[in-house]
């Protein structure tokens, strides 16, 4: 009698649990979508509004959706719209919530401002359905604007987030994009400026200057510099419009060219003239709208040859590297890796910190100055170097640097490396890192055991 008394009692439990649940926790729930879903000023879904009209006092701003997230303008007409800012509209017009109603039926709409109202937003969906909403001025403590909707004089409050957010300029909708591509399709670069040409050709995830001299080139400041451009955004449109000739487009200043492989054709950047405060005119030839660009592009294009080469020491796959020689005059010290050890011929072991430091200068450091077309190597005291390092693996030479005699402009040591003809100047720390003498790297013997008490 017991176990079955425990039983109804656990049945009991279970269905004032289920009771608690339905109508406190679940009920909750409903109650919290309700109340959400009549606070919405539109019942509507993003993806189904199909036009946008922006009207304020002084103008309107109406941008037609043309396919997946693709808009136009068309009010004011022959404008490009910059999808993002749009779609961004379409998504906040679902999420505008009414607050509480503070004017029933109100006969004088002056006093909310909704006599003449700062922003009108107006939207139609795809099946011809239309919305509106206007926006008023504040409440007294800022924290609202007062609101409503056609056809009802009842002014409600909503957040005053939301007026800001469709309070927006012609410039704020236009599509601002300085190039349209993306950085990992482009394979070659072509900058123009009156008889100067910069080329540098893409090749794996390397790039090669080819003109005005074919070297290696520092493939991290060309990757920088096309991701500048494909981010870039126009920092104003001028107005009144000028011509291609007034901007110093026709012909341009400068001609910046990104090879597309995957377009299979260039995309282009015409820059013009200065048009004051260090910003620049410019162009994308595909379109027509002629915008303004901040100095940057200008500045970065305009840099030097040396800017865009590549400035290593050498290089080298430092996991190759097993042994390194140091010689300066007579003295030759001999490195060999054992393991992760590094060790004399005589087998003592080195500082690993130290020959790492080396390895890390040579792998690191850069060039302060290029002379690719160098004079006698006595000119740079090469013919005669003070010190020579000399990196191997096994037997096999993978390149030899020679350090030759001090540089003054710009200040440093003359080297040459095996790898190359050019001569490089470097600064004198690297010269120090491996102007070194055996005993400065032998690592010190462990301590002696302290003597046991007798």
Same mark, same amino acid.
């Given at each position: 009698?017991?176990?079955?008394?425990?039983?109804?009692?656990?049945? #009991?439990?279970?269905?004032?649990?289920?009771?608690?649940? !339905?109508?406190?926790?679940?009920?909750?729930?409903?109650?919290?979508?309700?109340?959400?879903?009549?606070?919405?000023?539109?019942?509507?879904?993003?993806?189904?509004?199909?036009?946008?009209?922006?009207?304020?006092?002084?103008?309107?701003?109406?941008?037609?959706?043309?396919?997946?997230?693709?808009?136009? %303008?068309?009010?004011?007409?022959?404008?490009?719209?910059?999808?993002?800012?749009?779609?961004?509209?379409?998504?906040?017009?679902?999420?505008?919530?009414?607050?509480?109603?503070?004017?029933?039926?109100?006969?004088?709409? &002056?006093? !909310?401002?909704?006599?003449?109202?700062?922003?009108?937003?107006? *939207?139609?969906?795809?099946?011809?359905?239309?919305?509106?909403?206007?926006?008023?001025?504040?409440?007294?403590?800022?924290?609202?604007?007062?609101?409503?909707?056609?056809?009802?004089?009842?002014?409600?409050?909503?957040?005053?987030?939301?007026?800001?957010? !469709?309070?927006?300029?012609? =410039?704020?909708?236009?599509?601002?994009?300085?190039?349209?591509?993306?950085?990992?399709?482009?394979?070659?670069? $072509? %900058?123009?400026?009156?008889?100067?040409?910069?080329? +540098?050709?893409?090749?794996?995830?390397?790039?090669?200057? $080819?003109?005005?001299?074919?070297?290696? +080139?520092?493939?991290?400041?060309?990757?920088?510099?096309? /991701?500048?451009?494909?981010?870039?955004?126009?920092?104003?449109?001028?107005?009144?419009?000028?011509? *291609?000739?007034?901007?110093?487009?026709?012909?341009?200043? %400068?001609?910046?060219?990104?090879?597309?492989?995957?377009?299979?054709?260039?995309?282009?950047?015409?820059?013009?003239?200065?048009?004051?405060?260090?910003?620049?005119? +410019?162009?994308?030839?595909?379109?027509?709208?002629?915008?303004?660009?901040?100095?940057?592009? &200008?500045?970065?294009?305009?840099?030097?040859?040396?800017?865009?080469?590549?400035? /290593?020491?050498?290089?080298?796959?430092?996991?190759?590297?097993?042994?390194?020689? %140091?010689?300066?005059? /007579?003295?030759?010290?001999?490195?060999?890796?054992?393991?992760?050890?590094? $060790?004399?011929?005589?087998?003592?072991?080195?500082?690993?910190?130290?020959?790492?430091?080396?390895?890390?200068?040579?792998? !690191?450091?850069?060039?302060?100055?290029?002379?690719?077309?160098?004079?006698?190597?006595?000119?740079?005291?090469?013919?005669?170097?003070?010190?020579?390092?000399?990196?191997?693996?096994?037997?096999?030479?993978?390149?030899?640097?020679?350090?030759?005699?001090?540089?003054?402009?710009?200040?440093?040591?003359?080297?040459?490396?095996?790898?190359?003809?050019?001569?490089?100047? #470097?600064?004198?720390? #690297? =010269?120090?890192?491996?102007?070194?003498?055996?005993?400065?790297?032998?690592?010190?013997?462990?301590? *002696?055991?302290?003597?046991?008490?007798?």
């Amino acid at each position: 009698m017991r176990f079955k008394g425990t039983t109804v009692l656990f049945l #009991v439990f279970l269905v004032l649990g289920g009771y608690v649940y !339905f109508t406190e926790f679940r009920g909750k729930e409903e109650r919290q979508k309700k109340e959400e879903a009549r606070k919405k000023a539109f019942p509507v879904d993003e993806k189904d509004i199909a036009e946008i009209s922006l009207i304020y006092p002084d103008r309107t701003i109406t941008g037609v959706k043309k396919g997946e997230k693709q808009w136009q %303008i068309t009010a004011p007409p022959g404008l490009e719209a910059d999808p993002d800012e749009w779609q961004q509209l379409a998504s906040n017009i679902p999420r505008i919530e009414r607050e509480d109603t503070v004017g029933q039926n109100a006969q004088d709409l &002056a006093p !909310f401002g909704l006599k003449d109202p700062s922003v009108r937003v107006s *939207a139609k969906l795809k099946d011809g359905k239309a919305i509106e909403i206007l926006f008023g001025g504040e409440n007294p403590k800022k924290t609202f604007n007062y609101a409503k909707l056609p056809g009802s004089n009842d002014v409600f409050l909503t957040a005053s987030n939301w007026a800001k957010t !469709f309070t927006k300029s012609v =410039s704020d909708l236009r599509n601002k994009k300085v190039l349209e591509f993306e950085p990992d399709d482009i394979d070659n670069l $072509k %900058i123009t400026e009156g008889a100067k040409e910069l080329e +540098a050709q893409k090749s794996g995830e390397n790039w090669q200057l $080819k003109n005005p001299i074919d070297t290696r +080139a520092d493939s991290g400041e060309v990757t920088t510099f096309v /991701s500048s451009i494909r981010f870039a955004r126009a920092n104003a449109f001028p107005d009144p419009p000028v011509d *291609a000739k007034t901007a110093g487009l026709d012909p341009p200043v %400068i001609r910046i060219a990104l090879h597309d492989s995957k377009a299979k054709s260039d995309r282009i950047l015409l820059v013009g003239r200065n048009s004051g405060t260090d910003k620049y005119y +410019a162009r994308d030839p595909s379109r027509d709208s002629i915008f303004i660009i901040d100095k940057d592009i &200008a500045d970065k294009a305009r840099r030097p040859i040396f800017d865009w080469r590549d400035k /290593s020491i050498t290089k080298v796959d430092r996991d190759k590297i097993d042994h390194i020689e %140091i010689r300066r005059g /007579s003295e030759t010290i001999a490195m060999i890796k054992a393991g992760s050890d590094w $060790k004399l011929q005589d087998d003592r072991k080195l500082q690993w910190d130290k020959i790492s430091s080396m390895l890390n200068t040579l792998d !690191f450091e850069k060039a302060k100055d290029v002379i690719d077309a160098p004079k006698p190597l006595s000119t740079y005291g090469l013919d005669k170097p003070r010190i020579e390092v000399v990196l191997r693996q096994g037997s096999t030479e993978l390149v030899r640097l020679a350090f030759g005699s001090d540089s003054k402009t710009p200040e440093g040591i003359y080297i040459r490396t095996s790898d190359g003809p050019a001569v490089k100047v #470097v600064s004198r720390d #690297v =010269s120090d890192k491996v102007n070194v003498k055996a005993e400065d790297l032998i690592e010190a013997p462990p301590p *002696a055991p302290a003597e046991k008490p007798k």
